[in-house]
């Protein structure tokens, strides 16, 4: 990307170049126009061109920005996920669609599981990861 970025430039300061010289240089007017508009050409051009890419490079540098707190975010996905379960263990509760007993005991679970994740949460709240650890995301592994 950065031949292509450099090409257009080039063509953006040729093509600039050129109309002060056709400014400064080209007496009749029929000459001029003519030289003008080919001037304007490739301004035109490269300067279309330029816009999405200078767009695209602040957008990459934007991506640089690392997550700093990534056990952070995973615990807090996983809770996440356990309360959609809990959620969900109500919702059929209330449908009957599940025997109440068994729905009592998995919820139980659910919020021992919540209690033991709120119990790292505290522990991961402020720990910044080290550079080596992998971005974890909605549908990746989470580390425990």
């Avoid at 997550?67 to 109500?90: D, G, S």
């Amino acid at each position: 990307m950065p031949k292509r970025l450099t090409l257009e430039v080039v063509v953006l300061l040729v093509g600039l170049a050129g109309q002060i010289g056709v400014v400064v240089l080209v007496d009749r007017p029929t000459d001029r126009l003519a030289f003008s508009l080919a001037c304007l050409v490739l301004i035109v051009w490269s300067a279309v061109r330029l816009g999405p890419m200078i767009g695209a490079v602040e957008k990459q540098k934007e991506f640089v920005r690392k997550r700093r707190f990534l056990k952070l975010r995973a615990n807090v996905v996983q809770m996440l996920a356990e309360i959609r379960r809990l959620n969900w263990l109500v919702v059929d509760e209330k449908r009957g669609t599940r025997p109440g007993d068994q729905v009592e005991v998995e919820i139980r679970q659910v919020e021992d599981r919540l209690n033991e994740l709120l119990d790292r949460v505290r522990a991961t709240a402020g720990v910044e990861s080290k550079p080596g650890d992998a971005e974890v995301g909605e549908g990746g592994p989470l580390p425990a």
